[in-house]
């Protein structure tokens, strides 16, 4: 009984060494924003946030200058009374200086901290991201933390944008046959925006891709479930449905909107020495909008109308390739395809990096339009 | 020292506890980084090596149990002296010990330092030593059908972190997995050979077998245990291995537990650290077994009260705690017991069948002639 009862006590007491954490007194980063400025050295802006009980959360902006990311944190400590923590890092945004010399000193830091989440996302800037964070932090009608972070949550939840996550970006990095891509955020009346998406070779921002050159980006590499599109396919063999001329001046194109689009990929390597690559893309959807009044009647018109899209799809995959393979990129993942069906030994970027130029790529795109609307 | 030891009944367990008691003790910490170490030598056909793994057990078992069937009521410390005589066999017994301290400290450290790692930097490795040999200690006093309660109630209450590994499986890149049968044989039975430190802890059957009340029946739980053990570990891998992209997997101290960063919820933004503090659970089996076999095995061979073995083995185990410290030692620590267990666990009760049976058919002949 008596030794119980000690065992009980020390039991209780060794748990009060643990050393304690008041959330009162604690600064809970949500963002970071990393930029590169003269000499090697990083300048990390923080926004934080505070739990005041007796207010609203109250957030902050404040920024450091070091030599790692740890550095200027420790260095914020200095400017703020409180203990400035990064469980809650829930989004890092990259300047374009820092995002070209390469992330990955910066990101493999990131990997060795357990205490930050695998889920959190990673974006791009034009700008310094010290100023998207300012320009968020100065707009009252907005709350930066939370802004920030559920304009990419939602689109990427929306299948607007493309990937972000940390996990995705670093599992693209580590895969020689696989790029990462990352969203760009621009200011616009004084609100951050998301606009275009930053195409990475390894771990350096290399080029920029327009918002529907990612849309492809992202068929071909995942799938849609539900997914938009807007498409201008040609008017020509329309010409005589129209029933209403729409007041746009575009005489050769009509343009639809494709909601709800459902879309699966199948990628695969048909000649190993000449690296021919076959994509079959199958994807259902929905009208929901055309720029001209046309009345959709019988099959036949059906047929028609998933055959010009099909034919406009192909040629923009096309010329997506093409321009990928120009500035050798590769977010689709055509190397993890060679490398998974070439025996041998393993692919190496460099080995990719002189391949993926000569690719040769064929589309096979089915479109089916399961719907178009309540009208026929 | 007599060969056969009997135990009295109401100190006995059934047999179909063995297979708690053998799953828990195989899992223990050594899943949590064992995808990694596969994953080096056997690349993508990672599986292949823990299904080969999987039947070399099996073999080891159909050969632990037919040199327990040899004998009435033996145990490995009875039936190395049987075999060895009393020095040599004493000698062995000592060896056995002194490598389950090693598996125990290095087990208590390797927790300590996750503990560390994920949830508190600042915890002074001690602190946590103390509260956990604590714990050894007052379960191990109830003895061993404590002790093997103890297995059986946390292992359902800690199974059900098992079935939140869906969500990184449905992350996995099935293209990892291809081009498939690329490695050598070799590289497969090397793959094999690095789960060992998974599969350590089914010597642990050599040692309770006279605490068995049917043992007639002992087969068909153990098998059970390893084969759940196999099909843990092999889950474990393919998502290991589908999930990271090879150049990270090599590079991860604990895969498994990396893999739970992913898992998010509204009210449980950090699944890790749940599972870190949940496996306190899975592991905890682990070190009353093996704390209870050295008080255990001392007093067989030696005579020494099981209480004055404990307090020694818990004031030494907290001196490890507090001088092994670093991750690289650490990390060599473990390597060195994870080949010294194979060795034990796995190579030497095939080289003692033999001699085990050799010494029977001699003393039947001996019978007979008289």
Not at chain 1, 42 to 47: G, K, P, R, S
Not at chain 1, 244 to 260: D, G, M, W
Not at chain 1, 299 to 327: G, R, W
Not at chain 2, 300 to 311: A, F, P
């Amino acid at each position: 009984m008596k030794k119980s009862l000690l065992a009980f006590i020390c039991l209780i007491l060794l748990i009060g060494c643990v050393p304690m954490y008041p959330i009162e007194e604690l600064g809970v980063i949500s963002i970071i924003g990393v930029d590169a400025i003269e000499q090697g050295e990083i300048e990390t802006t923080f926004n934080f946030f505070k739990f005041d009980p007796t207010g609203k959360e109250q957030s902050q902006t404040t920024s450091t200058k070091a030599n790692t990311v740890k550095g200027a944190q420790d260095r914020a400590n200095l400017e703020s009374n409180l203990k400035l923590v990064n469980g809650q890092l829930r989004l890092a945004i990259f300047g374009k200086a820092i995002a070209e010399k390469g992330l990955i000193t910066v990101l493999d830091n990131f990997t060795r901290d357990p205490k930050l989440s695998d889920t959190m996302y990673l974006a791009a800037t034009e700008q310094t991201a010290k100023d998207i964070l300012m320009t968020a932090d100065k707009n009252n009608s907005i709350q930066a933390e939370e802004y920030l972070f559920e304009l990419i949550d939602n689109n990427i939840k929306r299948e607007i944008i493309m990937r972000s996550s940390f996990r995705e970006f670093m599992h693209e990095y580590n895969d020689p046959g696989m790029d990462p891509v990352l969203p760009l955020i621009t200011t616009e009346n004084q609100k951050p925006i998301i606009k275009n998406i930053a195409l990475f070779q390894n771990d350096r921002w290399v080029a920029t891709a327009s918002q529907q050159e990612g849309f492809f980006i992202k068929l071909l590499s995942s799938e849609f479930k539900a997914g938009q599109l807007e498409l201008g396919i040609l008017k020509e063999p329309f010409e005589s449905d129209i029933q209403a001329k729409a007041n746009n001046n575009n005489t050769e194109q009509i343009s639809v909107t494709l909601s709800e689009l459902r879309s699966k990929k199948k990628i695969s390597l048909e000649s190993e020495t000449d690296l021919n690559f076959r994509v079959k893309v199958d994807i259902e959807t929905r009208i929901m909008e055309i720029s001209e009044k046309i009345q959709i009647e019988g099959k036949e018109q059906l047929n028609e109308f998933e055959k010009e899209i099909e034919k406009t799809i192909s040629n923009k995959l096309n010329d997506l390739v093409a321009k990928l393979q120009e500035i050798n990129v590769d977010p689709i993942g055509f190397g993890n395809i060679y490398d998974s069906t070439v025996r041998g030994k393993d692919l190496t970027d460099k080995e990719w990096r002189e391949k993926y130029p000569s690719i040769n790529v064929s589309f096979d795109v089915n479109v089916s339009i399961l719907r178009h609307g309540i009208t026929e | 020292m007599e060969v056969n030891h009997v135990v009295k009944p109401n100190l006995q367990i059934r047999a179909f506890y063995l297979f708690f008691i053998i799953l828990n003790i195989q899992t223990g910490l050594g899943i949590l980084g064992a995808p990694r170490h596969i994953f080096q030598e056997a690349k993508q056909d990672a599986w292949i090596s823990v299904l080969i793994g999987g039947v070399i057990m099996h073999v080891v078992v159909v050969v632990m149990v037919i040199i327990l069937k040899n004998y009435e009521s033996a145990d490995i410390l009875g039936i190395q002296v049987d075999v060895f005589g009393t020095w040599i066999g004493k000698a062995l017994g000592t060896v056995y010990i002194l490598y389950i301290f090693g598996v125990l400290l290095s087990s208590l450290i390797n927790y300590i330092q996750i503990v560390q790692v994920f949830i508190y930097p600042q915890m002074p490795p001690w602190l946590l030593g103390a509260l956990l040999i604590l714990l050894i200690v007052y379960t191990v006093l109830g003895g061993f059908r404590v002790a093997v309660g103890v297995t059986f109630v946390f292992f359902f209450l800690s199974f059900w972190l098992f079935f939140f590994l869906y969500e990184p499986a449905r992350l996995m890149d099935l293209n990892h997995f291809k081009p498939m049968l690329e490695a050598t044989p070799k590289e497969l039975l090397f793959g094999s050979y690095q789960a060992g430190y998974s599969y350590v802890g089914l010597e642990i059957l050599f040692f309770i077998y006279p605490f068995i009340e049917n043992k007639k029946k002992i087969s068909m739980p153990v098998h059970a245990g390893v084969a759940s053990t196999t099909i843990l570990l092999l889950v474990v891998t393919v998502i290991s291995v589908g999930f990271f992209t090879s150049i990270t997997l090599e590079h991860l101290i604990w895969p498994a537990l990396s893999m739970y960063k992913i898992i998010e919820y509204p009210i449980i933004e950090r699944f890790d650290l749940i599972v870190v503090t949940q496996w306190a659970m899975v592991i905890f089996p682990n070190f009353i077994l093996f704390a209870w076999l050295i008080t255990y095995s001392m007093k067989r061979l030696y005579g020494i009260s099981q209480r004055k073995v404990l307090y020694t083995i818990a004031t030494l185990l907290l001196i490890g705690i507090i001088y092994i410290k670093k991750q690289t030692i650490i990390s060599q620590f473990i390597a060195t017991i994870s080949n010294i267990g194979f060795i034990i666990a796995i190579v030497y009760p095939v080289i003692l069948l033999p001699l085990v049976l050799i010494k029977r058919k001699l003393v039947k002949m001996k019978e007979k002639s008289k």
